[in-house]
């Protein structure tokens, strides 16, 4: 079995005016990048959900924007990207509600400080379901050791990124990261 690749492209949001277009055409390099064979007429659909998708299902993608870069990740199996800014906020409160009690827990004794990074990794867990964030306290991304190397069997991984930030991928199978400025 090959492992599929995952490419991630990013571009400051003050250039984006049209995200969606702008997926495409990265879809679109992603798909010369690793030759895949797509059609001339690709679109980006989304799931009555919301979760994104491309008329060309052998190309999965996720989308994610924070702070001020915007970022959509490809690979040809499913994938969940998140980025978070790392920002003030009222961590304790938005942990207690949003969060599972293992994770408040294992953030309270972190002093919340990991805060952005349980963000990201349940967000893009939640992106790869596709089941968004309703589903947030129904899973955990912590075990004994800190921040879990999988969830129900879907690999996560921190991806370092730019200062101030927390990019996080989850997918069945996580080997080949790359990153490129669209």
Same mark, same amino acid.
């Given at each position: 079995?090959?492992?599929?690749? @995952? &490419? @991630?492209?990013f571009?400051?949001?003050e250039l984006? &005016?049209?995200?969606?277009?702008l997926a495409?055409?990265?879809a679109?390099?992603?798909?010369? &990048?690793?030759?895949?064979?797509v059609?001339?007429?690709?679109?980006?659909?989304r799931?009555p959900?919301?979760?994104?998708?491309?008329? +060309?299902?052998q190309?999965?993608?996720?989308?994610?924007?924070?702070?001020q870069?915007?970022?959509a990740?490809?690979?040809v199996?499913? @994938?969940g990207?998140?980025?978070q800014q *790392?920002?003030?906020?009222?961590?304790?409160?938005?942990?207690?509600?949003?969060f *599972?009690?293992?994770? +408040? *827990?294992?953030?309270q004794n972190? *002093?919340?400080?990991?805060?952005f !990074?349980?963000w990201?990794?349940?967000?893009s867990?939640?992106?790869y &379901?596709?089941?968004?964030?309703?589903?947030?306290?129904h899973?955990?991304? !912590?075990?004994?050791q800190? @921040?879990?190397?999988?969830?129900n069997n879907?690999?996560l991984?921190?991806?370092?990124?730019?200062?101030?930030?927390?990019?996080?991928?989850?997918?069945?199978?996580?080997?080949?990261?790359?990153i490129?400025?669209?």
């Amino acid at each position: 079995m090959i492992t599929p690749s @995952i &490419t @991630i492209y990013f571009k400051e949001k003050e250039l984006v &005016t049209d995200s969606s277009s702008l997926a495409v055409a990265m879809a679109w390099d992603y798909a010369q &990048t690793h030759r895949i064979t797509v059609s001339a007429d690709m679109q980006l659909w989304r799931t009555p959900a919301g979760k994104p998708y491309l008329s +060309y299902p052998q190309i999965k993608l996720s989308l994610s924007d924070s702070g001020q870069y915007w970022l959509a990740a490809f690979s040809v199996a499913e @994938i969940g990207v998140d980025l978070q800014q *790392h920002i003030d906020c009222r961590k304790a409160a938005l942990a207690q509600r949003f969060f *599972h009690t293992d994770e +408040y *827990h294992w953030l309270q004794n972190q *002093h919340f400080d990991p805060f952005f !990074v349980v963000w990201a990794a349940k967000e893009s867990y939640a992106k790869y &379901t596709g089941e968004g964030l309703t589903s947030f306290k129904h899973f955990s991304v !912590v075990d004994g050791q800190g @921040i879990a190397k999988k969830i129900n069997n879907v690999e996560l991984m921190l991806v370092p990124f730019q200062p101030g930030y927390t990019l996080a991928v989850c997918a069945d199978v996580i080997a080949d990261i790359n990153i490129k400025r669209a």
